[in-house]
Structures are given as structure tokens and as C-alpha cells.
């Protein structure tokens, strides 16, 4: 993905309330690593549950605050994530819900989906055996990521807007 900087992400989510933005917490821009992004996905370091998803859809950045299921999935059976379609331990994939309002707004309903836990999908599918992640694997894999990603805060957002 393409850079962004501080003030473009701090404009850029479409469900955050006010009091999230004001407490929003920036990730490490300056050690990511863009070429191998497809979003750009933190967790809250002060809250177990919140986390926030970003990434360029053409010119346009757009953000999502997500919120973690507490409790995890059971242990000891496999989950996929509904991002990058990869299957871990049900503990490194969480169910995470997004708030279909805007800032003002509270309609009380949400979308969830199953996310890696560290929202860090961009990680797991260049992590692996070398047989599993060539090149050409990589780069269908982040195609459909990208794809995947961008149907999901499409959804976000035009509900949000129809709030
Ligand atoms: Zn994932």
C-alpha cells in the first residue's frame, strides 16, 4: 500500500466515534514496511478490544474500528480468517465487530467478521515455508486480500452512511 501519513489517517475512519479519534492511537508509521502491505491493521495497546483497520481504495483512504469478541475461540481447533483466508489456532483468529453508525450516530447494530488477531494479515500470508510463499502465491493472495478487505469496509461504510 501507499504510505499515509498521521492527519490522513486521523480523517480517515467512517465508523469511529468522537471519542475514539480523540483517543486514537497511531501506529509505528515510520518502521512499516509499504511494499509488504496490503492494510494496515493495530490493536489499542490500552484497550483489549479495539483495533483499527486501514488501506487505500484508489485515491480514497478509508478506516474501520473494529471491536474484538472477548474470549477468544475455543483452543485446539482451527479457524480461518475472512480477510486473508489463511487457517491458524482458533487463539490467533478473533471475532471482531464493526459499529454501523458514524460519529454521532448510534444505531446499535454491527458487522462481524473472524480477523487474525493482530490484524496482521499482511504478515501471515508472507509468512510460512518458502514452497508456500513464492512470489506468485504471495501476490494472488494479496490480490484477494485486498479484494476481501475492501468488500468489508464497503459494507462498513454504506451502512454507516444509511445510518
Ligand atoms: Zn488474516
New binding site residues.
Given amino acids: 500500500m501507499r504510505e499515509v501519513t498521521e492527519g490522513e489517517l486521523r480523517e480517515c475512519f467512517v465508523n469511529a466515534t468522537r471519542r475514539e479519534l480523540e483517543q486514537l492511537p497511531l501506529p509505528g508509521l515510520h518502521e512499516t514496511i509499504w511494499a509488504e502491505r496490503e492494510y494496515l491493521g493495530w490493536r489499542d495497546p490500552r484497550s483489549s478490544r479495539l483495533g483499527y483497520v486501514v488501506h487505500w481504495r484508489g485515491d480514497a483512504l478509508i478506516g474501520v474500528v473494529v471491536r474484538g469478541a472477548p474470549g477468544g475461540l475455543r483452543p485446539g481447533i482451527a479457524a480461518m480468517?475472512?480477510?486473508?483466508?489463511?487457517t491458524?489456532p482458533a487463539t490467533q483468529?478473533r471475532m471482531f465487530s464493526a459499529r454501523l453508525a458514524g460519529l454521532d450516530g448510534d444505531t446499535g447494530s454491527s458487522i462481524g467478521t473472524y480477523?487474525?488477531d493482530a490484524?496482521?494479515?499482511s504478515h501471515?500470508?508472507r509468512t510460512g515455508p518458502p514452497h508456500l510463499v513464492t512470489a506468485d502465491r504471495v501476490a494472488a493472495r494479496s490480490e484477494a486480500?485486498l479484494g476481501r478487505i475492501t468488500r468489508f469496509t464497503g459494507r462498513v461504510e454504506r451502512a454507516t452512511r444509511g445510518s
Avoid: F, P, R
Fill in positions: 480468517c475472512s480477510l486473508c483466508h489463511s491458524q483468529v480477523i487474525c490484524l496482521d494479515c501471515i500470508i486480500l
